[in-house]
């Protein structure tokens, strides 16, 4: 089923996509909160989780969006080259993420902690893994633009710069929506 971009209220859902999105994902965290609410034993993430590698993560990510931030400034100041260098270091610092989760969920299998352990792994398990697979796809998208999509620089400079902002403005979501999960599922 095909769902277009449109602002007036679909006949199925008597909802605009944007209210229909935003009520899936209110719904989602409130189905996060009564799974931890009803949880008869819900640990600490403090007491199961490794905090200090966890913080450490967060400090990437919002090291990434500095870069992919210098990224997209090179573009406005005509800089091709400049652009490619902190687009690379945005692209590796995702990836740097990814190689400290891979050891964190390492560590995890290793003493016995599976997402069918306990309700709360459940959740810490789904929620990474949904955001890395995230984080996946910002990669992707970025290093398409880092490299067989920089080709649109020579052809349409204006319209390569918006792309990338738009990677962007996803990249950045993306690590916010880890900024949330941090204190979430590490501190809480």
């Known amino acids: 089923m095909d769902i277009p971009y449109i602002v007036e209220e679909r006949a199925d859902t008597g909802l605009n996509n944007v209210k229909l999105g935003i009520w899936l994902f209110l719904a989602s965290e409130a189905s996060y909160v009564l799974l931890r609410l009803m949880a008869v034993e819900w640990p600490l993430g403090v007491d199961v989780l490794n905090v200090p590698l966890g913080a450490v ?67 810490y398990f789904t929620m990474t893994g949904l955001h890395a697979l995230h984080i996946i796809g910002g990669v992707i998208v970025n290093s398409y633009f880092l490299g067989p999509g920089a080709k649109m620089w020579e052809t349409n400079k204006a319209q390569f710069t918006n792309r990338v902002e738009a990677a962007g403005l996803y990249w950045h979501f993306v690590d916010l929506v880890w900024i949330f999960l941090f204190p979430v599922l590490y501190l809480l």
């Open 57 to 123: 993560n967060t400090a990437v990510l919002i090291g990434s969006s500095v870069t992919m931030v210098m990224a997209y400034a090179s573009l406005k100041m005509d800089s091709l080259d400049r652009y490619k260098w902190w687009m690379s270091w945005t692209i590796g610092l995702a990836l740097l993420f990814m190689v400290i989760k891979g050891f964190e969920y390492n560590h995890e299998f290793d003493i016995g902690n599976f997402p069918w352990t306990s309700t709360y792994l459940a959740i």
